[in-house]
């Protein structure tokens, strides 16, 4: 009894029957994972949760992220045109499901809440036996289930998370995370926004009043001021804003030729549009054109701000224009699929899904601490953002940064951003040690 | 000195003066009834009385205790029950339940945090209660709801719940109004047997002369806010100021 | 001193907004007394008149433009608006620009339709019925509401941008001598203002001035009386109700440039527009108009980052700090009137 | 028995009879069938029904009992969250020093609150609740980041203080009552069936069976009726020598109290605290859960609080492959048209159907679910024909 047990596959006999009250039919009593871990699969099928925002306002992009699971199951088990198994430098998946398992999947719905986001990944892992947890589009959704698989004994793949904490100081040893995060965002843009608006910068920033906000404040904030940048103001917005005038009419005032608004999501769509109505753009300041920096772009959110992201420039994980062949085959596919590109969490997604299953492969086991050991410091290519590195320190990818801009002319209502630079690894690589946090030892459950 | 007593109380309602100087005694034991026309301020008196309003000017004395600047719940603990001329009842509570309330305020004051207390063990209260039905001649009725009552029974259950308070001084506002002719005989036979059966105080505001005339031992004739007379009620029958006053009034009421 | 006269400005223009919500909440509920959830929902659909009439006459069809590539490196379908067919390329341009305006007009009938359906169908039968049932049916109604637009909108925001003439902003700074850019104010957000103030302005005289006013006001003060005059207070009262909901509307149709719609948009103003009305005072349009104002120009204030220097946090909770200070203070909001709502 | 009238103790046996068997009771289909989907007998959601029936039935002595409509509970639920997960990091993974703190942290913070808002009435109050709690919210999620966690909430770590345990090694802290770990369960299989029996849900169920209880002998007791009193009467109780405010504030604090219980317990199950806790949603949701059951009545919030998170949990798990997986049995052309009609209201839609079912509810039953109860009970009993004069009204409803 006192061992975590969260597992419906896989039931043993022992023939006892304990505690349970008024039952005279002969019973089979689980005990204890067999196996040693978790939601061990048995049988021919293996089970992933793919836990995603349906309702809510990151709903969208939620529905993008799910799409792109269901691509990724369609190829791991042999459908559809591979994908990026083809690309995929590892050569360990067979397109026999993993470990000859067919995989099968659960779907629940995070509300991008961290509550509801812990029970429908609870309900995964207790009701369906899934044996990993992957996605979600907030950090505080992906620090809260990361804990939760953690406790439970799986494995957690981070979906869209951009906060340094993820990886940081809340992260955990069965908890991967291939998107990247604040700081990168920081080193990668500020070499190209002292390329393109000098390095005689005054810079007013807004942020987001939350973690996410502070760490990419703080990360754009060090590696501009790094280049040469004054920061004039940094003022925090409420979570809960919808309308900014009140924080960006000042903005002028304050003497600042550059704002940058640290504001993910429906702040960013809302922060972007209430400056760009402002005319802020047009403006000359310090005798120079004033300029609106976003540090994280989405492709969504570029498409809600309409004509106010042109000429902005940004920071992204991925873009489907980026003509490496791993990108190339994933659009393909999954435009083929549903007849539009993925966006950027679609791709992280479906790429997070392979790694795992890839990672199954070449531990030869489910088990967590065997799939953590396969995917540390584990080196790979062909995903589409160049040659990764998964550290093993940490669990975060380290890979090539896209600085994007928003497109002046753009094509389809797709084709929202251009990319500007692919800032190289080396270049946003950073000491484990420096956000905190203790990765602990991997939890197999059981 | 009576067991109420009001000196100098006036009270003004930004420019219109409600109440000038009343003065009265209500002497104990006694049914003391104040009438007056429409506007004469005997609501704002009997307002000022049970701590409603607080007067401009003057004293209001209960039993040699001032009763000025309570709150209505304070003066009520001090013995005065108050009858509204709507009856004024617990509609979503059981009759049971209605008589209740009064009998737990009797014995455990203001505010009792009896959250634990499992109320249908408290045989005394409900003995209390239930006697108090019966002599309201309504304990069939304990099971329904108050809402559900005629117009009638709710004023008994009114009544019944202030007199089981034991109050020293029961204040009624026109509990007649709106009745019939056979609830208002009903009512003041009631009224008359609760004078005899115990030693209380009856205030009583009326408006129906056959009312305040079976009843009343005083009578106190109020106009404009101001005590015209004050007498017996034989005396108060013939009394040309009070034929004056009422006159006029009757006229508008036409 | 340019800084002060900024949030003054910045507050006029979000106070509008509130005010105008507020405005038909509290209209709904002086008139009916009815505490309607939904009315964040209308004013989100009437936004949505604005994307909808944007996307009509947007319409397109595809033509294939062999000289480009999409991203599957297919030729590239371009999609030509049929105004570009009928009126030319530049005269479609011009009325695609003009969608939010030209919103207005598609937006009152959809609204005051809306509004109809909504009190004969659903409404009418919680009058009677205490005030949590009303917030209750009215709270699904507008998830239900909400969830209809979403499915057929999706979640993330649309753009929906003003006339490209009313783009950038105006210079008052120069115009009160101050340097250039001191104090600049966006042409749209001060076309709201004035668009606001035009519609308050309407609906008080509109109540002040006609007969049908007249019998409404009349109402709000005692249904029963002018029921008993024999005038059919029910059926203004039914139009009432579409007023109010073209009010909201109109609100979010002109809103849209300001914040890309979206389909949680109604409910992200529905505490705010409950506060204000509450704050003003249960009932009374003009203590909602006042309490709009005054909270959208506090909430300015608050925002400014000498203010959050001293009390950091301040501007996530100074609507509900000044809603309860004024709470405490005046027991019935600003105008009030005793016995409103307080059972 | 305890001090309950014979009506009420079967309805507390009955109450506890249904908690003990749940994993049965809410597991009703076979674990490989396509009527699994609607199994709710799985550890963490039982959790919730109980946790979250303790916060309605908590929520009901202030609403059901005085009609003052607090629109900002999920406050106290949220201060109690944390104040359990503070005692988890500070003192010990033992469940009980959390859940006692969060009572007497919820208790304090609902008596400021409710001393300062109880000073109006209507909806003035409920603006005031909702303001108060909507501070919390924000300050929580922004500026109290150091202590809240802000948006990534708090968690227990291996390197908190924790003074009371021994050092952990590696491993992530789990919350236990003295060694029984919460997340510990038991599976029992039957032929085609699965029953998991939780640690935590029975710590949870025996907590909801005494809060149940409480409830029971608050309502039945003179202070419950004083209660009803307020709502019913304040004018007339005031005249009758009583103070109503006392009441309503002893009223107030101690459903927040309940509602600090549900906190602690929410951290006990599931080690984790965020600030959306106590957003204003949250409130309107306990709000929904107490009406949708029936208001006033003793059973109804927990039936309330059962159907909201089943649909939260269940519907919302529903994607389109189990549809179509559901309806393969139908011929192609009507097995897309049946997907296309009912897709809108399940998964993602859920949030649909839940607006959906409470505008029924108000509309037809405005008693709740007990009312719905009660009407098919009353169709049942007509068909008898010893129909005993129901004396329903004799007493509140159940």
């Known amino acids: 009894m006192s061992k975590m047990n969260l597992t419906r596959r896989g039931v043993i006999q022992t023939g006892a029957v304990a505690g349970a009250a008024g039952l005279t039919l002969p019973t089979y009593l689980r005990a204890d994972g067999h196996s040693g871990f978790t939601n061990a699969p048995e049988g021919s099928s293996v089970t992933l949760g793919f836990n995603v925002p349906q309702t809510g306002p990151y709903a969208d992009e939620g529905a993008d992220e799910l799409r792109a699971y269901e691509l990724a199951v369609e190829h791991l088990n042999g459908g559809g045109d591979g994908g990026l198994m083809n690309t995929f430098s590892s050569k360990a998946l067979q397109g026999n499901g993993i470990l000859g398992k067919k995989v099968e999947y659960v779907t629940g719905d995070t509300q991008t809440k961290s509550d509801a986001a812990r029970a429908s990944a609870r309900s995964m892992i207790e009701k369906d036996g899934a044996v990993m947890i992957t996605g979600g589009s907030s950090s505080g959704v992906a620090v809260a289930v990361q804990a939760l698989c953690q406790e439970a004994g799986v494995i957690f793949m981070a979906g869209l998370t951009h906060s340094n904490d993820t990886t940081g100081k809340d992260k955990k040893a069965n908890g991967f995370r291939h998107f990247f995060n604040s700081y990168m965002s920081g080193a990668a843009l500020a070499p190209i926004l002292a390329n393109n608006y000098g390095t005689d910068r005054k810079a007013y920033h807004l942020t987001a009043d939350y973690n996410w906000g502070y760490t990419t404040e703080e990360a754009v904030r060090t590696s501009t001021e790094a280049m040469g940048w004054e920061t004039v103001a940094a003022v925090k917005t409420p979570l809960t804003q919808t309308d900014f005038s009140s924080y960006i009419a000042p903005v002028l005032q304050s003497g600042a030729d550059v704002l940058v608004l640290n504001h993910y999501g429906g702040n960013m769509v809302n922060s972007l549009t209430n400056a760009v109505q402002f005319g802020l753009r047009d403006k000359q300041v310090n005798g120079k054109n004033f300029e609106i920096v976003v540090p994280l772009y989405s492709r969504l959110m570029a498409k809600g701000a309409g004509a106010n992201v042109k000429g902005i420039f940004g920071s992204t994980n991925w873009h489907w224009s980026l003509q490496d062949e791993g990108s190339k085959a994933f659009v393909q596919s999954f435009g083929t699929k549903y007849g539009f590109p993925p966006s950027q969490a679609a791709h992280t997604c479906y790429v997070q899904a392979l790694l795992y299953a890839d990672a199954v492969e070449r531990a030869g086991s489910f088990n967590p601490c065997a799939v953590g050991e396969a995917l540390e410091d584990f080196e790979f290519d062909g995903m589409g953002n160049g040659p990764t590195l998964y550290r093993g320190e940490d669990h975060q990818c380290f890979k090539d940064v896209l600085v994007v801009k928003g497109k002046e002319n753009p094509t389809s209502e797709f084709d929202l951003l251009e990319i500007v630079e692919v800032t190289p690894t080396s270049q946003v690589t950073y000491d484990a040690s420096i956000f905190g946090g203790e990765l602990g030892a991997c939890n197999p459950g059981a | 000195m009576g067991i109420l007593d009001v000196k100098g109380v006036g009270k003004r309602f930004g420019g219109l003066q409600a109440l000038g100087d009343v003065n009265l005694s209500v002497a104990e034991n006694s049914v003391h009834a104040i009438i007056g026309p429409n506007g004469a301020g005997k609501s704002t008196l009997l307002n000022c009385l049970v701590g409603k309003l607080i007067p401009d000017t003057g004293s209001v004395m209960f039993d040699g205790q001032s009763v000025l600047g309570r709150k209505p719940y304070e003066i009520n603990q001090m013995g005065i029950s108050r009858v509204f001329q709507t009856p004024e009842i617990f509609g979503d509570l059981t009759v049971m339940e209605n008589m209740l309330i009064p009998c737990f305020a009797k014995r455990d004051g203001a505010f009792t945090p009896n959250a634990y207390a499992a109320m249908r063990k408290d045989t005394e209260m409900l003995d209390r209660a239930g006697h108090m039905l019966e002599e309201m001649n309504m304990a069939d009725k304990r099971h329904m709801h108050a809402a559900s009552l005629s117009r009638g029974d709710k004023r008994r259950l009114e009544i019944g719940m202030c007199l089981s308070q034991e109050p020293r001084l029961l204040l009624l506002d026109e509990p007649t109004a709106g009745m019939a002719r056979a609830d208002t005989n009903n009512t003041i036979d009631l009224l008359k047997q609760i004078k005899d059966d115990r030693d209380i105080t009856i205030a009583i505001i009326e408006h129906d002369m056959h009312v305040v005339f079976s009843l009343a031992e005083r009578i106190t004739v109020l106009a404009q806010g101001t005590p015209l007379v004050e007498d017996t009620p034989d005396k108060i029958k013939g009394h040309p100021k009070v034929r004056e006053a009422y006159l006029g009034e009757s006229q508008d009421a036409a | 001193m340019e800084a002060i006269i900024l949030q003054v400005l910045n507050g006029l223009d979000k106070g509008s907004a509130y005010a105008l919500i507020a405005l038909g909440l509290t209209l709904i509920f002086g008139t009916l007394g009815v505490v309607n959830f939904a009315h964040g929902a209308l004013f989100m659909i009437g936004a949505f008149c604005a994307v909808t009439l944007s996307r009509i006459i947007s319409l397109s069809h595809e033509v294939v433009d062999e000289t480009q590539t999409d991203f599957l490196g297919n030729p590239l379908k371009v999609e030509v608006p049929y105004v570009y067919d009928w009126f030319g390329q530049a005269a479609g341009d011009t009325i695609i620009d003009w969608a939010v305006p030209l919103s207005i007009i598609f937006a009152i009938p959809v609204m005051v339709a809306i509004g109809v359906l909504m009190e004969r169908g659903l409404i009418k039968h919680f009058y009677k019925r205490p005030h949590a049932d009303q917030i209750l049916v009215t709270f699904g109604l507008a998830i239900v509401l909400q969830e209809i637009i979403k499915y057929y909108y999706g979640a993330n925001p649309i753009p929906t941008p003003a006339p490209s003439a009313f783009v950038g902003s105006f210079d008052f700074g120069i115009m009160l001598g101050f340097e250039p850019n001191q104090i600049i104010y966006p042409y749209w957000r001060i076309i709201y203002f004035g668009f606001a103030a035009i519609i308050i302005g309407a609906v008080f005289a509109f109540l002040q001035f006609t007969t049908f006013g007249m019998v409404v006001r009349a109402g709000m003060a005692d249904r029963e009386t002018v029921q008993l005059l024999g005038i059919n207070i029910d059926r203004r009262f039914t139009l009432m109700f579409g007023i109010a909901a073209a009010v909201a509307g109109l609100a979010g149709v002109m809103y849209t440039p300001i914040n890309s719609p979206n389909y949680h948009m109604g409910m992200d103003f529905l505490v705010l527009s409950f506060v204000v009305v509450v704050v003003g005072g249960m009932g009374s349009l003009p203590g909602a108009v006042a309490a709009g104002f005054l909270l959208g120009i506090l909430e300015s204030f608050a925002s400014m980052r000498e203010v959050l220097n001293v009390l950091p946090g301040l501007n996530q909770i100074i609507i509900y700090l000044v809603a309860i200070i004024i709470l405490l203070t005046r027991p019935r909001g600003l105008m009030g009137r005793k016995g409103v709502m307080e059972d | ?398």
């Open chain 4, 1 to 398: 028995m305890f001090g309950l009238e014979a009506k009420d103790f079967r309805l507390l046996l009955l109450v506890a009879l249904l908690t003990m068997a749940a994993p049965f009771i809410l597991n009703p289909f076979p674990v490989d069938s396509g009527m699994a989907q609607f199994n709710a007998g799985y550890p963490d959601l039982m959790q919730r029904f109980v946790i979250f029936g303790i916060f309605a039935i908590g929520f009901n002595i202030l609403f059901g009992l005085t009609g003052y409509l607090s629109f900002g509970h999920a406050a106290f639920l949220g201060v109690g969250s944390y104040a359990a997960m503070w005692m988890m990091k500070l003192l010990t993974m033992n469940v009980i020093p959390g859940i006692l703190v969060s009572v007497v942290v919820a208790g304090i913070f609902s008596l400021a609150v409710g001393w300062i808002s109880l000073r109006r009435s209507g909806i003035y109050f409920s603006i005031l609740t909702l303001a108060f709690a909507q501070m919390s919210y924000s300050l929580a999620y922004s500026v109290l980041t150091p202590i809240t966690g802000g948006e990534t909430g708090l968690q227990p770590k291996v390197t908190d203080p924790r003074i009371l345990d021994a050092a952990l090694t590696g491993n992530a802290p789990k919350a236990n009552l003295f060694g029984l770990e919460m997340g510990s369960s038991t599976d029992l299989v039957m032929g085609g069936w699965v029953f998991t029996f939780n640690v935590g849900y029975y710590v949870a169920a025996v907590v909801m069976i005494f809060a149940f209880y409480m409830s029971i002998r608050i309502f039945r007791s003179p202070f419950g009726m004083m209660l009803r009193a307020v709502k019913s009467n304040q004018q007339r109780l005031n005249y009758t020598g009583l103070n109503a405010k006392p009441y309503t504030l002893a009223a107030f604090v101690i459903s927040g109290m309940y509602a600090g219980l549900a906190g602690g317990l929410m951290v006990a199950m599931d080690t984790q605290v965020g600030a959306e806790r106590m957003f204003w949603t949250a409130s309107g949701e306990v709000v929904l859960m107490s009406i949708l059951g029936g208001v006033g009545t003793l059973i109804g919030p927990v039936l309330g609080a059962g159907a909201i998170k089943y649909m939260e949990n269940i519907l919302s798990k529903i994607n389109k492959d189990i549809l179509y997986e559901w309806f393969a049995f139908l011929p192609d052309g009507l097995q897309d048209f049946v997907i296309t009609l009912v897709y809108p209201f399940i998964g993602k839609g859920w949030h649909l159907t839940l607006g959906l079912i409470f505008m029924a509810v108000v509309i037809f039953l405005p008693g709740g679910l007990v009312e719905g109860g009660q009407r098919i009970a009353a169709m049942f009993k007509r068909k008898k024909p010893s129909d005993n004069t129901p004396d329903g009204k004799t007493t509140p409803a159940e």
